[in-house]
């Protein structure tokens, strides 16, 4: 079952954020946008380039009002050891949240009970700590952070402009669509 439209269940993980070990509940995720990407594991070979990806862009969502937040299956301890000793990892300036426990994996419905560990899924919230938008890759399949911001700003739009929405592949500041009874059959 899909979890758009869905509020963030409470939780509470451990995560690693510049040098220092916080915790992170659901209420992190209110009152701003949240990208939370889940991925298999750290000290692996696509993970890194997903999150470096994400850190370079990071300023941008930033800009856009947007917190990013990544998932694995490892503790808070190993994200700090990956950050500590990857050239990639070192970079990041995001939380990087343990779920050692796999409850976000399996909250957020990403959770490959086998392996134990998390499938590479990205979830778009809003400020009230809706999901808005899901994507789930196979694990050799990286994901591309320029990608989101597309999807956060068609997000962004819909909703500061009831009433309408965003057709497919609609750029920041180009035409959208009023549904209506008279636009039916017209597309």
Request: charged share 25%; hydrophobic share 35%.
């Amino acid at each position: 079952m899909s979890l758009v439209g869905k509020k963030v269940q409470p939780f509470r993980a451990q995560a690693y954020h510049n040098g220092e070990f916080i915790e992170v509940t659901e209420q992190d995720f209110m009152g701003k946008w949240s990208i939370v990407c889940f991925y298999p594991a750290d000290f692996t070979f696509v993970c890194p380039t997903e999150l470096e990806d994400l850190q370079d862009h990071y300023a941008t969502f930033k800009e856009l009002g947007v917190e990013v937040y990544s998932v694995s299956t490892d503790t808070h301890f190993t994200h700090k050891a990956w950050h500590d000793t990857s050239p990639a990892i070192s970079k990041i300036e995001y939380v990087m949240i343990g779920d050692p426990s796999h409850q976000l994996s399996r909250m957020f419905d990403v959770l490959d009970e086998e392996q134990g560990l998390a499938q590479r899924g990205t979830f778009i919230i809003d400020p009230d700590g809706v999901i808005q938008a899901v994507e789930i890759n196979a694990d050799g399949i990286g994901r591309n952070a320029s990608t989101l911001i597309d999807k956060i700003k068609a997000a962004q739009y819909v909703r500061n402009h009831p009433g309408e929405v965003c057709p497919a592949k609609w750029k920041e500041g180009a035409e959208t669509l009023k549904p209506n009874l008279d636009l039916v059959g017209k597309i």
